[in-house]
């Protein structure tokens, strides 16, 4: 079974970035289509970004040009780079693999944007 581990929130001025990073424990990470979810306080979890086996990216339209996501399947690794950060922003991130009908989440780690 596959471990997420994720880093990298803390707390940020508006128009500032953040970098999370999703260490997995296995190299079969490589197989699984990941992605980044978000839930704020009092509000359903929502994706973020997706990214394939393969490296094929989407976005949602809250954060289409400001977050990248991308991945180095040698290091069994999947980041989301997060620019121009809003208040709108803060939330718990999660890390989300699937593979099949296999899927594992990450404990989360919390993004505060605010001045």
């Known amino acids: 079974q596959v471990q997420l581990v994720e880093s990298g929130g803390g707390l940020v001025q508006p128009g500032g970035s953040l970098r999370l990073s999703c260490a997995a424990s296995?190299?079969?990470?490589?197989?699984?289509?990941t992605a980044w979810y978000r839930q704020a306080p009092g509000k359903q979890r929502e994706s973020v970004a997706t990214?394939?086996?393969?490296?094929?990216?989407n976005y949602a339209d809250s954060v289409k040009g400001r977050f990248t996501i991308s991945r180095n399947n040698a290091k069994n690794t999947v980041f989301l780079q997060m620019n121009s950060l809003k208040p709108e922003d803060t939330a718990v991130y999660y890390c989300?693999?699937?593979?099949?009908?296999?899927?594992?989440w990450g404990q989360g780690t919390l993004v505060t944007v605010s001045s």
């Open positions: 990214i394939t086996s393969s490296g094929t990216s």
């Open positions: 989300n693999a699937k593979f099949g009908t296999r899927e594992v």
């Open positions: 296995s190299s079969v990470f490589g197989l699984y289509a």
